[in-house]
C-alpha cells in the first residue's frame, strides 16, 4: 500500500524550513501532498496562486512531491486522498504543544491518521514565515530565509 502524507500548511510564503521538512520526510513515503489551507476568516499576504507557484517551482524536479489547495478540515481532505499521514515540523516548545492538541484531535476524529513530526535543524528553527513577511514589509532582504530561485514579488 502506498504510504501518502499530507503537510498542510499557509506557507505565506514558503521558507527554507519548510523546504528542508519536506525534503528530509520524502525518504518516509512514496509521495507528499502539500496542502496550502484557504481558511476565508484568515488574511493572507500572498495571493495563493503565487503561494503555489513557488513551492511547484521548489520540487519541480520531485515527482513525488504536489502542491494543492484545500478548504475546510484537513482530516476530511485525508480522507478525500487517501492519506494515512500528516507530516509536521517542530521548531520549539511551543510549536509542540500547539501541535499536540491538533495531532490528538484529528486522530480522534479519523482513527488512522498518524502525524509524524520532523524537529527543524538548529539553523533552521528561528525561520518562519511571519517573520519573513514582516522583512519583506519593511523592504529588507529575505534570500537567506527563502529556497533559492523563488522571486518574491
Ligand atoms: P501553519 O499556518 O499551519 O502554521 P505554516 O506554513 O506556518 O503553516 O507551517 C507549516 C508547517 O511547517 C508547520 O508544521 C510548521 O511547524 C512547519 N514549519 C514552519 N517553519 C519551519 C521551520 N523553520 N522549521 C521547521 N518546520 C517549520
Known amino acids: 500500500m502506498s504510504k501518502t502524507a499530507l503537510f498542510p500548511g499557509s506557507f505565506d510564503p514558503i521558507t527554507l524550513g519548510h523546504e528542508s ?8 513515503f512514496d509521495e507528499i501532498i502539500i496542502a496550502i489551507g484557504i481558511n476565508s476568516e484568515k488574511k493572507y499576504y500572498f495571493p495563493l496562486e503565487k503561494r503555489k507557484a513557488w513551492i511547484e517551482q521548489v520540487f519541480a524536479k520531485e515527482p513525488r512531491i504536489k502542491v494543492i489547495s484545500y ?3 484537513t482530516v476530511d481532505l485525508c480522507k478525500k486522498i487517501n492519506a494515512d499521514y500528516i507530516l509536521r515540523g517542530l521548531r520549539t516548545s511551543a510549536d509542540f504543544e500547539f501541535e499536540r492538541g491538533i495531532a490528538q484531535m484529528n486522530k480522534a476524529m479519523l482513527d488512522r491518521l498518524e502525524t509524524v513530526f520532523i524537529l ?11 517573520i519573513v513577511r514582516d522583512i519583506l514589509k519593511h523592504g529588507g532582504d529575505v534570500s537567506a530565509f527563502v529556497p533559492s530561485g523563488i522571486q518574491l514579488k
Open 21 to 28: 521538512i519536506i525534503r528530509r520526510a520524502l525518504p518516509l
Open 71 to 73: 478548504h475546510g478540515l
Open 120 to 130: 527543524s535543524t538548529p539553523e533552521l528553527s528561528a525561520i518562519n514565515s511571519t
